[in-house]
Structures are given as structure tokens and as C-alpha cells.
């Protein structure tokens, strides 16, 4: 079994930065897809971005240009860079890796909580 771990939430103001990590442990797996999502409350949990195992990236439309994915395959790990944080960006985030064997893991989700 793999257990993903996230890590780096917390509050922050308006304009501010944070970077959310998650390690994985457990199984030994080989990810394919990494990403985040986040869930506000009161709505449905949406794709923030992924990043494929080769580098390809995708990121949703409200953070482009302001979050940046990462991942360190040896380690299979996968960050989230965020900078010019909005009160709208407030959520809890839930990291996500899909392996080669197409098995998908969650995260259990960090708390990110951006003051106006």
C-alpha cells in the first residue's frame, strides 16, 4: 500500500507564497501522474495542476502563472510552489500520483488559508 503524506500548508496573507510537499511511503511504486487538487468547502474538489513523469505539465486556468509543480522522481515526491496567494485560493489540498500500474492514491489533504 502507499501512503501520501502532504505537508507545507498553512495561513498566509494576501500576496504571500507557500510550497506544499507530499512524500509518498509504503509500496514501492513507479508514479506516472502527479498532481493537486484542492476542495473549498462547500464545493467539489477541482484539478489545481499535474505534472507527467517525462515533465509534462498542466495547470488549471485561476493558477497559471502563479503555481509551479514540481516532482523529484527518485524520490517520488511532488511539490506545489504557491506565490501571489488570493483569499479565493483558500482550501484544503490534496495531493494525487496515478502509477504505472494505473492505481491512483490520495493524499490525506493540507490546509491552506489565505487572509485578505
Known amino acids: 500500500q502507499v501512503q501520501l503524506v502532504e505537508s507545507g500548508g498553512g495561513e498566509v496573507q494576501a500576496g504571500g507564497s507557500l510550497r506544499l510537499s507530499c512524500a509518498s511511503s509504503?509500496?514501492?511504486?513507479?508514479?506516472?501522474?502527479m498532481g493537486w487538487y484542492r476542495q473549498a468547502p462547500g464545493k467539489q474538489r477541482e484539478l489545481v495542476a499535474w505534472?507527467?513523469?517525462?515533465?509534462?505539465?498542466n495547470y488549471a486556468a485561476f493558477v497559471k502563472g502563479r503555481f509551479t509543480i514540481s516532482r523529484d522522481n527518485a524520490a517520488n515526491t511532488v511539490y506545489l510552489q504557491m506565490n501571489s496567494l488570493k483569499p479565493e485560493d483558500t482550501a484544503v489540498y490534496f495531493c494525487?500520483?496515478?502509477?504505472?500500474?494505473?492505481?491512483?492514491?490520495w493524499g490525506k489533504g493540507t490546509q491552506v488559508t489565505v487572509a485578505s
Open positions: 494525487m500520483v496515478t502509477t504505472t500500474s494505473t492505481d491512483t492514491y
Open positions: 509504503g509500496s514501492t511504486f513507479s508514479a506516472n501522474v
Open positions: 505534472i507527467g513523469n517525462f515533465g509534462l505539465k
